[in-house]
């Protein structure tokens, strides 16, 4: 009997709050002023939760088998949001204190619930990042099935970096050097790697300075290929990031098929 192909599952971590995106979307800025900011992946555009946009691109990629969405324990909205429970998707309540532990977690849950194995792929993709195209996603699983190690989608940078020279509490910031941008990426997700690797990997690292999966593997001597993406893939991150994200999605309606 031939041996079963690798299985390819998406894992999207969205147990955190998102503080530096507290500001709103011009839908929820209409809501009462005292009303607690919901966390980041919940908040809208056009009508739909971030974390929705983002799911949706996922359930139109074929390659993958399925989708979980790590969220907090006591997360009491992601079920109340009937368009974040699609078929392709569930939830599992196993966040952590970090986006590396929720990550851990989750392919802990993958292994336990849904019977992934060590050598599958995982595409672990940040649920803000809520422009990403289905076309995109095949881009890096087409790049990376061949791979020994992995990859991401990445942006070579496009601006001229700037070192911020040391300050004292309460001093604007100065230049201290430019940085030779060549060579340089902007790191965006999904990252793909073998279930196995990336858990050891993590397992090994401090949680607390880990900020994508990258540099987990990095860490273990690895190279992960860079993928070139889209500059479109932005992570809403900052209040004005939510009426850019609009002005997309907006263009993408209207757009002819």
Not at 82 to 92: G, K, L, V
Request: with cysteine; charged share 15%; hydrophobic share 45%.
């Amino acid at each position: 009997m031939p041996a079963m192909p690798n299985r390819i599952w998406a894992l999207i971590p969205a147990a955190g709050v998102g503080l530096r995106a507290t500001a709103t979307t011009t839908e929820a800025a209409a809501a009462a002023p005292t009303t607690p900011p919901q966390p980041k992946q919940y908040q809208r555009l056009l009508g739909q939760s971030l974390l929705s946009h983002t799911l949706r691109a996922f359930g139109q990629v074929p390659a993958i088998a399925h989708t979980i969405v790590v969220i907090a324990p006591g997360d009491a909205i992601f079920h109340t949001q009937a368009e974040n429970t699609q078929p392709h998707a569930s939830a599992h309540a196993v966040g952590g204190a970090s986006r590396a532990e929720s990550v851990r977690n989750g392919l802990q849950a993958l292994r336990t619930h849904h019977g992934a194995q060590a050598d599958d792929w995982v595409l672990v993709h940040d649920a803000a990042r809520c422009l990403i195209a289905p076309a995109w996603i095949e881009r890096l699983i087409h790049a990376v099935q061949g791979h020994p190690v992995g990859g991401l989608l990445a942006l070579p940078l496009p601006d001229t970096l700037k070192q911020q020279a040391p300050a004292g509490d309460g001093q604007p910031a100065h230049v201290a050097a430019t940085i030779a941008r060549s060579g340089k990426w902007l790191a965006q997700t999904p990252q793909m790697f073998r279930l196995g690797a990336l858990s050891a990997a993590l397992e090994n690292a401090d949680l607390n300075t880990i900020t994508d999966e990258a540099s987990a593997i990095e860490a273990t001597g690895l190279r992960p290929l860079l993928v070139p993406a889209s500059a479109q893939n932005i992570k809403v991150t900052y209040p004005e990031d939510f009426a850019l994200a609009e002005a997309i999605l907006q263009m993408r309606q209207r757009a002819p098929e």
